[in-house]
C-alpha cells in the first residue's frame, strides 16, 4: 500500500540472511553459556556477567529466529495473522525482544563496573564483588528486564514508554563510554595493561572496537524509534525508516559479535570450547 | 475496511513491528515533491556522523596513549583504605593479601601475566625485584590489575605526603613514547619498572631504588 507510493521503498532484507545471522548467534551465545556454567574455573563474577549477556543475545536470537519463522509462515499462508493465539505468541516475541535488549544493556554496564573494580580496587575484589552479590546483582537485572518488558509491550504505543527507552539507551551508552575511557586512561598511565584485554593489540584499538560496536549495531535503531516519534510524516524521516530491516539485521548482528568482543577474548573460554566442541572428557 | 487492515497488518508484520501504522497514516502518502535536499540525505548524515564519531574516539585514545592524559588528580586519590603494599614485602599486611591475592582465581589474562612476571623476576631484568615472592607476588597481581598507588609504592617509601608529591610529578612526565620504546619488556611492562625506566634521569627514583634493592 504505502510503498508503492512512496518514492523510499522499503529495504528488505533477505529472510534467509536473518535466518543465518540469528541461527549463528544463537549458536554461539548459547555455547558461551554451557560454557561458562559447565566449567568450574569460570565462576567468578566476570565470567558470570559475560553469561548473563550470552543468555540475553540468546534470548535476542532465539526470539528474532522464531519471529522470522512465524513471518514465513504467514507469509505462505500458513499462520493466520489475525488469530489471537498468533497476535499473543507475538506479543511474547516483543517482549523477549525488549526484554534481552534492555538486559544486554544491564550486562553491559555491569562487565564494565566489575572490570572498573577488578582494575582499580583490586586487592578488595573479592570483597567487593562476592558471588553471592554477583547473583543478587544478576537477579535484579533479570526481574527488573522481565517486568520492564512487560510494561514496554503492554504499553509500547505510548509515547512516554518509547521516551523512556530511548532515555535509557543514551544515558547507559554515555555510563558504559565514560567508564570504559575513564579506565582506559588511567590503567594507561599507571601499567599500559588493562586487565581482560589483549596484551598484544593496543588497548585503544580494543576500546575503539568495543564501543564502537555498541554505538554501531544500536544507535541507528534507536535513531528509528526517535524518528518515528519526532517526524512521521517527514520524507527525509521516511527514507530513514524505509531501512528498517536493515537496523534489525544491525542489531541482530551485535548479538552475534558480542561473544567475539567480550566471550572469546579469554583463553580459558576458548580453551573450553574447544573440549565442549571435540567433545573430549575435560571433567 | 478489513481488506484493507488485512493489508496493512501484512506490511505491517514484514516490517516486524506493528505500532508503525498507528503512527502514520497511511492514507496519505508522504509527498516527496520539492525535496531540497538527496532523498536519503539523514541516513548518509547518520552514518557519516557515526563514522566520523568512531575515528574520533580512537584517534582520542590513541592520543591518550601517547601523551599519558596529565589532568589525574583523581578521585582514586581520594581513597586512603587502600593499604599501602610495595616493593619492600611491608610488615605483616601482605601475607593477608598474598593469601587473597593467591585463592582469588585469577583471570586467564592475569595470570599468564602473572607467569611472564615470575619469569622475568627469574632473569632478573627489572630493576623492582621484590625482596622476596611474597612481595613479587603481590607486585605481580598489583602490576596486572594495574593498582594505580603502585607506581608510588615502587618509587617511595616514606609518608603519604611524599608519596602524593611523587605521584603528581609522576604525571608531569610528558612523555611516554620513549617508555614505549626503551622498555625492554613490551606490552606487559611490570608497574614498577615502568617508572622506573621512564624517572631513569630523576635522581629520586634511582634513590628509591637504592632503597629497595
Known amino acids: 500500500a504505502i510503498t508503492a507510493k512512496s518514492d523510499c521503498p522499503e529495504v528488505e532484507v533477505p529472510v534467509p540472511l536473518f535466518f543465518t545471522i540469528g541461527v549463528v548467534g544463537l549458536a554461539e551465545n548459547f555455547l558461551v553459556v554451557v560454557a561458562v556454567i559447565c566449567n568450574r574455573n569460570l565462576h567468578s563474577p566476570m565470567y558470570c556477567f559475560i553469561c548473563s549477556l550470552a543468555a540475553f543475545n540468546t534470548i535476542a536470537s532465539l526470539a528474532k529466529t522464531w519471529e522470522n519463522l512465524m513471518l514465513v509462515f504467514a507469509g505462505v499462508g500458513q499462520l493466520d495473522q489475525r488469530g489471537s493465539s498468533e497476535t499473543k505468541l507475538d506479543d511474547v516475541m516483543d517482549s523477549l525482544l525488549c526484554m534481552s535488549f534492555v538486559g544486554s544493556i544491564f550486562s553491559f554496564m555491569a562487565i564494565a563496573v566489575d572490570r572498573y573494580i577488578t582494575i582499580f580496587h583490586a586487592l578488595r575484589y573479592h570483597n567487593i564483588m562476592t558471588m553471592r552479590r554477583t547473583a543478587a546483582i544478576l537477579g535484579v537485572i533479570w526481574t527488573t528486564c522481565g517486568v520492564l518488558a512487560m510494561l514496554m509491550v503492554r504499553f509500547f504505543d505510548t509515547i512516554f514508554i518509547m521516551t523512556c527507552f530511548i532515555i535509557f539507551f543514551l544515558i547507559s551508552l554515555v555510563l558504559i563510554g565514560c567508564l570504559y575511557v575513564y579506565m582506559f586512561m588511567l590503567a594507561r598511565i599507571h601499567a599500559r595493561r588493562i586487565a581482560a584485554l589483549p596484551t598484544s593489540g593496543s588497548g585503544a584499538l580494543t576500546l575503539t572496537i568495543l564501543f564502537g560496536a555498541f554505538v554501531v549495531c544500536w544507535a541507528p535503531f534507536f535513531l528509528h524509534l526517535i524518528i518515528i516519534m519526532v517526524c512521521p510524516l517527514n520524507p527525509y524521516c521516511e527514507c530513514y525508516r524505509s531501512l528498517f530491516q536493515l537496523h534489525v539485521v544491525l542489531l541482530m548482528s551485535h548479538a552475534l559479535i558480542d561473544p567475539a568482543i567480550y566471550a572469546f577474548r579469554s583463553a580459558e573460554l576458548r580453551h573450553t570450547f574447544r573440549k565442549m566442541l571435540l567433545c573430549s572428557d575435560w571433567r | ?213
Request: charged share 25%.
Open chain 2, 1 to 213: 475496511m478489513s481488506d484493507f487492515h488485512n493489508q496493512s497488518q501484512a506490511s505491517a508484520r514484514r516490517s516486524d513491528y506493528v505500532w508503525q501504522y498507528e503512527y502514520y497514516d497511511d492514507e496519505e502518502p508522504v509527498s516527496f515533491e520539492g525535496l531540497k535536499a538527496h532523498r536519503y540525505s539523514i541516513v548518509i548524515g547518520f552514518w557519516v556522523g557515526l563514522a566520523v564519531f568512531v575515528i574520533f574516539m580512537f584517534f582520542v585514545l590513541t592520543l591518550l596513549t601517547k601523551t599519558g592524559a596529565p589532568h589525574q588528580e583523581n578521585p582514586e586519590h581520594a581513597e586512603k583504605h587502600h593499604r599501602p603494599g610495595s616493593c619492600l614485602a611491608d610488615n605483616g599486611s601482605p601475607q593477608d593479601e598474598n593469601e587473597r591475592a593467591f585463592s582469588r582465581p585469577l583471570l586467564p589474562e592475569s595470570r599468564s601475566f602473572f607467569h611472564f612476571y615470575i619469569s622475568e623476576e627469574e632473569q632478573g631484568q627489572g630493576k623492582c625485584k621484590a625482596e622476596d615472592q611474597g612481595g613479587g607476588a603481590i607486585q605481580g597481581q598489583r602490576a596486572q590489575e594495574s593498582e594505580e598507588r603502585q607506581p608510588l609504592q615502587g618509587l617511595v617509601d616514606e609518608g603519604k605526603s611524599d608519596r602524593e608529591s611523587a605521584f603528581l610529578s609522576h604525571f608531569n612526565i610528558p612523555n611516554f613514547v620513549n617508555l614505549e620504546h626503551s622498555s625492554t619488556l613490551g606490552e606487559d611492562d611490570l608497574l614498577l619498572c615502568e617508572p622506573s625506566a621512564m624517572l631513569g634521569s630523576q635522581s629520586r627514583s634511582q634513590d628509591a631504588h637504592r632503597n629497595i634493592n
